[in-house]
């Protein structure tokens, strides 16, 4: 099948000044779409051609058709993960598991900002929830992702370069912070906590 | 066997660099970042000024910074050339791996870069080992390009003399690179060009075209210094 690349949530300029117009033009409009392009060109006359997204990505091994598969399906999610007005705290049945693994939102930022910061290289820093029910902050790099894994992706932040270099230049700290403060969108990661 | 060779060459370095240190009556305690070999402004429009003011002073200081900070843990990297703390890297902790070989890729970098038109071509003897090792110049730029281009998420492409004395192509993720003593870096050997596939080092003027990047980037090479690094690690 023909995998496509899926229309943003809101409009490029939705999110700024915290996350440029500049910025998805290049992160949705050519990474995103490139990711979409490869895949599709990747997966042609292989057992791969017919596969769902996610299928591919529990299946492929380590290479071209798992990397473009596994970011095309993390920058979907990511921009999901993302809203104008954003930040916040999360509420509900996650606040309350968030509260139980590091005693308080404000704890919880702490450590996420630190392992987004110390993802070295190019990755992703995710909330996950674990089959127990509890949560935890995982990193991958380069495509990984917790889709392989045990575990539920609820939130996530992009930390490759490509990311945050237009608005931020070097300062992922920065980013990652403004990522918590004014972008990242705790329904959604309520509801996945909920499904 | 390839970590001995490597980190023996590199002492016979070090002493006599410490030879000359101690008549002079200097002694450093920390890493440096050397002095940047032209202005900002002087590989445009290859490379942009600001992605040199950026890339020179904020990356690759942070990771001088970086390993400096690892000295309270292993004290005797003090005394040690960057050659030798990655040679034996295994011994260290990831912040020294990480901010050790940041700081020794750029440091290459910088120096194997030259205005367009000022890094002189390949020396005769270099030529000769080129077009032995991939069959011509034009298929080495090839290999290496590919490589770089390769290079999935953060990292760098290599042309390096082996243990062997032999001229072969790699890359590498993120800051490591072929002097490390890690089982992963699978092509060991002195690295004698290095091109960075960060995006920091493209992003402003290249965005998601790593391959326009890598195809002006040769614009900039060298030579000349590749030239006089080629001839050091065959005399190793
Ligand atoms: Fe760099």
Redesign the pocket.
């Known amino acids: 099948m023909e995998h496509q690349l899926p229309p943003l949530p809101y409009a490029k300029d939705a999110l700024a000044p915290h996350m440029s117009a500049e910025t998805f033009e290049y992160h949705y409009g050519k990474h995103h779409q490139a990711y979409v392009t490869n895949l599709n060109n990747l997966i042609k006359g292989t057992e791969y051609e017919n596969k769902g997204l996610e299928d591919i990505i529990k299946t492929a091994p380590a290479g071209g058709i798992f990397n473009n598969a596994a970011q095309v399906w993390n920058h979907t999610f990511f921009w999901n993960c993302m809203k104008p007005g954003g930040g916040g705290a999360p509420s509900g049945a996650l606040a309350e598991a968030i509260n139980k693994k590091w005693g308080s939102y404000d704890e919880f930022k702490k450590a996420f900002q630190a392992s987004a910061v110390g993802n070295f290289g190019s990755g992703w820093t995710w909330l996950v929830k674990k089959p127990d029910g509890s949560v935890d902050i995982v990193n991958t790099s380069n495509a990984a992702t917790p889709l392989t894994t045990a575990d539920k992706p609820l939130i996530t932040v992009d930390v490759w370069e490509h990311a945050y270099y237009i608005d931020y230049r070097n300062a992922r700290p920065k980013f990652v912070e403004t990522f918590l403060e004014h972008l990242v969108n705790w329904s959604f990661a309520e509801a996945n906590y909920a499904g | 066997m390839t970590k001995s060779w490597f980190c023996l060459s590199h002492n016979v370095a070090r002493i006599a660099l410490l030879a000359g240190l101690t008549a002079a009556g200097t002694a450093w305690a920390q890493f440096t970042q050397s002095p940047l070999p032209y202005a900002y402004t002087a590989l445009e429009p290859q490379i942009d000024a600001m992605t040199m003011e950026l890339?020179y002073t904020r990356?690759?200081k942070s990771a001088v910074d970086g390993l400096n900070a690892q000295i309270k843990n292993y004290p005797e990297l003090a005394n040690m050339t960057i050659e030798q703390v990655l040679c034996q890297v295994s011994k260290y902790n990831t912040a020294v791996r990480n901010n050790g070989g940041n700081h020794y890729n750029?440091e290459i970098?910088w120096k194997v870069m030259a205005p367009a038109g000022q890094g002189g071509k390949p020396s005769e003897v270099l030529a000769a080992a080129i077009d032995k090792a991939f069959g011509s110049m034009e298929e080495m730029r090839k290999l290496f390009s590919a490589a770089a281009a390769g290079r999935f998420g953060s990292g760098w492409a290599w042309l390096v003399v082996t243990p062997d004395k032999k001229l072969a192509i790699t890359s590498t993720p993120n800051q490591d690179n072929p002097l490390m003593d890690l089982p992963e870096i699978a092509v060991k050997g002195t690295p004698i060009l290095g091109l960075?596939v960060?995006e920091?080092?493209y992003y402003l003027s290249y965005q998601n075209r790593r391959g326009d990047y890598i195809k002006h980037w040769w614009d900039v090479v060298n030579w000349n210094e590749v030239n006089r690094r080629y001839e050091e690690a065959m005399r190793q």
């Open positions: 890339h990356h690759h750029h970098f960075d960060w920091h080092a």
